[in-house]
């Protein structure tokens, strides 16, 4: 279907051109689910762009790229138009950016249906349901009437998925469909690319850096560097016995739910002006000889339908039984501390001040309930409900569960900006809503993205001192103190007078964590930090997260949807659901025994490399179809619901060393026993 033969494209710029593909080669069968991975700047993007015919301005474009015998690159503007939808789809990474937020859901898709199946009002309507259902949509009916801002971020890449599919595309392209999405989501999304080849037909171009999510729906697997192709193969052998060093460091990258260790590479992506003439992964690769630095390997196959570009090919397992494993003590990375204490990182010390310091309570939080009101004064949202939390100094606590499930809400609680409904808040024994400007800065967050949370007309140097000029600090100490937290970051000092526009993702979310440390506060908030990252930034930042999470003059709060991140380096963890904790205790306990179903259903969905996942408890709805008013918060979802389930609230109970609000807690295992 399609057959893309070395497709090179060059982007002109006043003063300069960047090689953005060279000499790109694989194709993709009808049926057929094929993954296109590699880090931000690789060219993936560009691909899908050059696939639909919508190149930017400026770029030149050689080689060829095949769909059903015709070449995109030279189709004129009619055939471009039949192309676009009837032949190739693309399902976007922002869903919601992408659907027109004045018109329903429903009127788009009907209008897609019209225009590409050539069908009547009253059978694209009827077709339009049929379309919801089949990806999931329960309700489809009155779902068509919703507009995009009243769609969860699952629903809304549902709903593009319809749309993608209601052309009736030959080839579906989702380009970083599941980025920001849950685990449970995750799972359903990459489970209707899957439905979609093996029911339909279609090809599927999977284009995400979340490799662990897409191992398990992929049929064939291409790594792309710098614009080139380095490996090429069935998931199965490119996704566990990796050959090219630049996929086996993208895998190691990846944080694990088992609790394996994640080893960041050094470096970043080149920007190539010109197509390479050496191997342009040598600069970043541990195997490179002169051989690599002075000619540009070619590609060749090791078997049938599996090649690479390199002069080096790894030969060994990537993912040993000893490399499964939790790391151990003399593993060269952030560890927790056996005896339930914080995280220290090879290399750091504990000083006498922070010793005196350990242990003191840095934030409590006390049956705290936060109720977002209407505005017509009817009705509202409990995001959470009796929330209790105690954090000491040298902890790092973690709070997962899906989204909508109060984790962004608890974040703004803990830092101040919403008020609780009631209970209390406070922070190293003060009341938050009672601080002063100078008393806030003792709890400082680091947000989700890393650019967007910089202020655009300020240098970095500005928005690091942030905190310090909130506190009044002298102006020469601000300056002393913003390099040192410069300098731990590893960012150089050229960089305190760039604006955020001028960074990387994983600078801007380095300055973020500046910023937080700069005035050596009680409290550090991390709110997905790293979701917005790909995956070997996302495994620099985590492994600098962890550094400063092992300070044990601060608590550390760690929020995600990830749970193998949250794994890495926190001694404690909250399960949330529906602003409620249903789970909490030390996080080796949760992760390797979980007590509550809904602890069960996230980690069976949880991705994991060199394994696949065994979903023993699997929700039966979704998020936004639960209804929690009375009894079990889970009771709509929960395979094991009972009467009393419906009818009675559950609290949290000890078992063991956790405690889960659940009382077939005891039964689960001989019930899981039954079902499978």
């Not at 859901?105 to 009547?120: A, F, N, S, Y």
């Not at 209707?192 to 339909?200: E, I, P, S, V, Y």
């Given at each position: 279907m399609l057959d893309i033969q070395d497709l090179s494209v060059v982007i002109h710029r006043p003063g300069r051109s960047v090689a953005a593909l060279s000499n790109v080669s694989f194709t993709v069968a009808p049926g057929e689910v094929v993954g296109l991975v590699g880090e931000s700047g690789g060219g993936k993007s560009m691909v899908a762009r050059a696939i639909v015919g919508m190149l930017p301005n400026g770029s030149h474009a050689t080689g060829r790229v095949g769909f059903d015998g015709a070449d995109v690159l030279r189709m004129d503007p009619a055939d471009l138009a039949a192309h676009r939808g009837r032949g190739a789809a693309i399902c976007f990474q922002n869903p919601r950016g992408a659907l027109s937020p004045t018109r329903?859901?429903?009127?788009?898709?009907?209008?897609?249906?019209?225009?590409?199946?050539?069908?009547?009002?009253?059978?694209?309507?009827?077709?339009?349901?049929?379309?919801?259902?089949?990806?999931?949509?329960?309700?489809?009916?009155?779902?068509?009437?919703?507009?995009?801002?009243?769609?969860?971020?699952?629903?809304?890449?549902?709903?593009?998925?319809?749309?993608?599919?209601?052309?009736?595309?030959?080839?579906?392209?989702?380009?970083?469909?599941?980025?920001?999405?849950?685990?449970?989501?995750?799972?359903?999304?990459?489970?209707?690319?899957?439905?979609?080849?093996?029911?339909?037909?279609?090809?599927?171009?999977?284009?995400?850096?979340?490799?662990?999510?897409?191992?398990?729906?992929?049929?064939?697997?291409?790594?792309?560097?710098?614009?080139?192709?380095?490996?090429?193969?069935?998931?199965?052998?490119?996704?566990?016995?990796?050959?090219?060093?630049?996929?086996r460091a993208l895998l190691r990258s990846v944080p694990d739910v088992n609790g394996g260790r994640v080893v960041p590479t050094a470096g970043g992506m080149p920007l190539m002006t010109a197509a390479p003439h050496d191997c342009p992964f040598a600069p970043r690769c541990a195997h490179a000889g002169e051989d690599c630095r002075t000619a540009r390997p070619e590609t060749t196959s090791l078997t049938d339908g599996w090649s690479l570009a390199c002069f080096h090919p790894q030969e060994t397992a990537l993912f040993a039984p000893q490399e499964a494993a939790p790391a151990s003590p003399s593993d060269p990375a952030p560890l927790p501390d056996p005896q339930g204490g914080s995280s220290v990182a090879p290399g750091a010390s504990v000083t006498a001040d922070n010793a005196e310091q350990a242990g003191r309570v840095v934030l409590r939080v006390q049956d705290a309930h936060v109720v977002y009101r209407s505005r017509f004064g009817s009705g509202g949202h409990h995001a959470l409900r009796g929330v209790d939390l105690e954090l000491r100094a040298g902890e790092t606590l973690g709070v997962v569960g899906e989204s909508g499930c109060g984790k962004s809400t608890l974040a703004k609680l803990i830092m101040g900006l919403v008020e609780p409904s009631s209970?209390?808040?406070?922070?190293?024994?003060?009341?938050?809503?009672?601080?002063?400007r100078v008393e806030r800065t003792r709890a400082q967050m680091v947000f989700q993205d890393p650019i967007g949370s910089l202020s655009p007309r300020r240098t970095v140097a500005d928005s690091i001192a942030e905190p310090l000029r909130a506190a009044k600090v002298p102006a020469d100490a601000r300056a002393a103190k913003t390099e040192a937290a410069l300098s731990r970051m590893e960012l150089d000092n050229s960089i305190l007078t760039r604006y955020p526009h001028e960074l990387s993702g994983g600078q801007a979310q380095r300055v973020g964590i500046a910023r937080a440390l700069v005035g050596q506060p009680d409290l550090i908030v991390f709110d997905e930090p790293t979701s917005a990252l790909d995956v070997t930034v996302q495994a620099q930042i985590l492994d600098v997260i962890a550094d400063v999470a092992s300070d044990a003059g601060h608590g550390s709060v760690f929020i995600s949807h990830d749970l193998a991140t949250v794994r890495g380096f926190a001694d404690r963890v909250v399960v949330l659901y529906l602003g409620r904790v249903v789970e909490e205790g030390p996080v080796d306990e949760v992760f390797d025994r979980p007590k509550h179903p809904y602890t069960r259903a996230l980690l069976g969905s949880a991705p994991r490399l060199g394994e696949s996942r065994t979903a023993e408890v699997q929700l039966v709805k979704d998020l936004d179809e639960a209804d929690a008013a009375t009894g079990c918060a889970l009771a709509a979802r929960c395979p094991f619901v009972t009467d009393t389930c419906r009818s009675q609230e559950q609290t949290l109970q000890s078992y063991g060393e956790s405690r889960a609000a659940c009382w077939r807690v005891p039964e689960l295992t001989a019930l899981i026993g039954k079902s499978a």
């Open positions: 329903t859901v429903g009127r788009q898709l009907i209008d897609r249906l019209v225009t590409h199946q050539k069908m009547t009002g009253d059978r694209a309507a009827e077709s339009a349901k049929e379309l919801f259902a089949s990806v999931g949509i329960r309700n489809p009916g009155r779902r068509l009437e919703a507009f995009p801002h009243e769609l969860s971020g699952g629903m809304a890449q549902r709903v593009m998925i319809s749309l993608a599919t209601g052309c009736a595309p030959g080839l579906l392209i989702a380009d970083e469909p599941t980025t920001g999405l849950d685990v449970t989501l995750t799972r359903e999304i990459l489970r209707q690319f899957r439905h979609a080849a093996d029911t339909d037909g279609r090809g599927v171009l999977l284009i995400s850096h979340d490799l662990a999510s897409i191992a398990e729906v992929c049929d064939r697997v291409v790594v792309l560097y710098a614009g080139t192709v380095v490996e090429t193969g069935p998931a199965a052998k490119v996704l566990r016995e990796p050959a090219h060093p630049y996929t209970g209390s808040v406070a922070v190293a024994g003060k009341t938050v809503g009672k601080m002063s």
